[in-house]
T-cell receptor, first 114, second 114 residues
């Protein structure tokens, strides 16, 4: 049973436009959400996170939005750059769980065309 | 570069043989994790450690064991490898200044079980 779902396997956008990656979760005990980016043959790298007490967190070109009632989060990248082409994973951490015990989504492959 | 290295980076083995993957960190972090990445599943937690000789199971621990005799080393062992354990394995530690879930991953170990 997939508790964190990324229903879009891939997304293609033009350089300079907005990329919106979506993630849904089912477990209401999740209270912290993260996005990771992964290039081929490398490990995932942390991108941005949000606590369940917030609905938005921004870091440069990256903004994460959280809609708790809908159990939905999204990552906005503006403007998108070719170097953003990677696999993006959303992840969630539950109340009282160990520091790095994360539940990941399946990933979305983002391709940004020049 | 956070000091985390995995070995071997690539391995091909046959069904029924034992395999040990090694994760070595130079950051003196207490928490270490083993995840596996598979298409359609994202990353899933296998085992984790919260100190020397202190380990616990993750979501997909069947068929795997771990050991941590020193702070810097976390070993993942497949006692008798099966084809379903063909995967990319990532070791992770918590980031020094990071918050919940902000893991730093190694570059991965690709294991093929024939």
């Amino acid at each position: 049973d997939q508790q964190v779902k990324q229903n879009s396997p891939s997304l293609s956008v033009q350089e300079g436009r907005i990329s919106i990656l979506n993630c849904d979760y089912t477990n209401s005990m999740f209270d912290y959400f993260l996005w990771y980016k992964k290039y081929p043959a490398e490990g995932p790298t942390f991108l941005i996170s949000i606590s369940s007490i917030k609905d938005k967190n921004e870091d440069g070109r990256f903004t994460v939005f959280l809609n708790k009632s809908a159990k939905h989060l999204s990552l906005h990248i503006v403007p998108s750059q070719p170097g953003d082409s990677a696999v993006y994973f959303c992840a969630a951490s539950g109340v009282g769980t160990s520091y790095g015990k994360l539940t990941f989504g399946q990933g979305t492959i983002l391709t940004v065309h020049p | 570069d956070a000091g985390i290295t995995q070995s071997p980076r690539h391995k091909v083995t046959e069904t029924g043989t034992p395999v040990t993957l090694r994760c070595h960190q130079t950051e003196n972090h207490r928490y270490m994790y083993w995840y596996r990445q598979d298409p359609g599943h994202g990353l899933r937690l296998i085992h984790y450690s919260y100190g020397v000789k202190d380990t616990d199971k993750g979501e997909v621990s069947d068929g795997y064991s771990v050991s941590r005799s020193k702070t810097e080393d976390f070993l993942l062992t497949l006692e008798s490898a099966t084809s379903s354990q063909t995967s990319v394995y990532f070791c992770a530690i918590t980031s020094a200044l990071g918050g919940v879930g902000e893991l730093f991953f190694g570059e991965g170990s690709r294991l093929t079980v024939l």
